[in-house]
C-alpha cells in the first residue's frame, strides 16, 4: 500500500513538472510569436517609408537600397531561428538610423507629414519590439531554469525540451554609451 501511495506521489510529480516545462515552451513561443508580429509590422512599414524618401533624396540610393536588402534579409530568415533573427533586424535598425539621418540633410523631407508619421509610427513600432523582446526574452529565461534545474532537468531531456536562445543586440555598437557634446 505504502509503495503504491510513494509511486503514486512520483507520477503526480512527474506530471506536474512535465506540465510545468510545457507551459513554460508554449509561453516562450507565444512571446516569440509577439516579437515576429511586430517585425512584421516594421517590415510592412519599410516600403512606404523608402517611396516618400525616394522623391526627396534620390541621389541617396545605396542608402535606401541597403534598407531594403536588410528588410527582405530578415523576412527571408525562418520564424524559429531567433539568433538570426536577431542579428538581421539589429543590423537593419542600423540602416534604419541613417535613413532618418538623411532627413536631416533634407529639410522638405523632414517637414513632410507623410514621412513624419512614417517615422513616428515605426517609432511606435520600434517601443512595440522592444516590450516583446522583453516578455520573450524573460519567457525563454523562465523555460531555460526549468530546463536546466533539478529535479525537472531529468524530465526536460528525455522529453525533447532544450533551451530557448534569448533575442539579445549582436551588434556591439548598439551597447556603446552615446557621446554628448554641448
Do not use: C
Amino acid at each position: 500500500m505504502i509503495t503504491l501511495a510513494i509511486a503514486a506521489v512520483v507520477i503526480l510529480y512527474l506530471i506536474f513538472v512535465y506540465n510545468g516545462l510545457v507551459k513554460a515552451r508554449q509561453v516562450k513561443e507565444e512571446a516569440w510569436s509577439g516579437i515576429d508580429v511586430q517585425l512584421k509590422r516594421r517590415a510592412d512599414l519599410i516600403p512606404n517609408l523608402i517611396e516618400t524618401v525616394k522623391g526627396y533624396a534620390a541621389h541617396e540610393k545605396g542608402t535606401l537600397e541597403e534598407v531594403v536588402a536588410l528588410r527582405n534579409k530578415a523576412q527571408a530568415l525562418p520564424v524559429g531561428d531567433v539568433a538570426g533573427r536577431a542579428a538581421a533586424e539589429g543590423m537593419l535598425s542600423q540602416a534604419l538610423g541613417k535613413l532618418f539621418a538623411l532627413a536631416e540633410a533634407y529639410p522638405d523631407l523632414k517637414a513632410n507629414q507623410n514621412f513624419s508619421e512614417l517615422q513616428q509610427s515605426l517609432e511606435s513600432i520600434e517601443n512595440e519590439v522592444q516590450m516583446a523582446r522583453r516578455y520573450y526574452n524573460g519567457a525563454a529565461r523562465d523555460l531555460n531554469v526549468k530546463v536546466e534545474s533539478f529535479p525537472s532537468n531529468l524530465i526536460a531531456g528525455p522529453f525533447g525540451f532544450t533551451k530557448a536562445a534569448f533575442f539579445e543586440i549582436t551588434n556591439e555598437a548598439d551597447r556603446t554609451v552615446p557621446v554628448v557634446k554641448f
